[in-house]
């Protein structure tokens, strides 16, 4: 298998289900998804306080540009070209 970087979209929630953080993360040198998830979810539970559980928004493999430009640029990027369109 293959070792990848996930980037990771994420909301933390406490019991009650309210949000107390969100945010983006890169997971690195991950076998699968599901490894990326995991390994987040225990990050967050040991670095913020009142972590329930994690509600995942979005998973991807990082591509190229992400390692060149930081994770997300180029999406933000393509968004902003399909909004305004100048031709």
């Known amino acids: 298998m293959t070792y990848r970087n996930y980037i990771i979209e994420y909301e933390s929630l406490d019991a ?17 998804e599901f490894e990326a998830m995991a390994g987040l979810d225990n990050h967050l539970k040991k670095t913020v306080p009142g972590h329930h559980k994690m509600n995942v928004k979005k998973i991807r493999a990082e591509g190229i540009f ?8 180029m999406e933000d990027f393509l968004s902003k ?3 305004n369109p100048t031709g």
């Open 16 to 32: 009650s289900g309210h949000i107390i953080k969100y945010g983006k993360m890169r997971a690195k040198n991950k076998m699968s």
């Open 66 to 73: 992400d390692s060149i430009f930081g994770p997300g640029h």
């Open 81 to 83: 070209i399909n909004k």
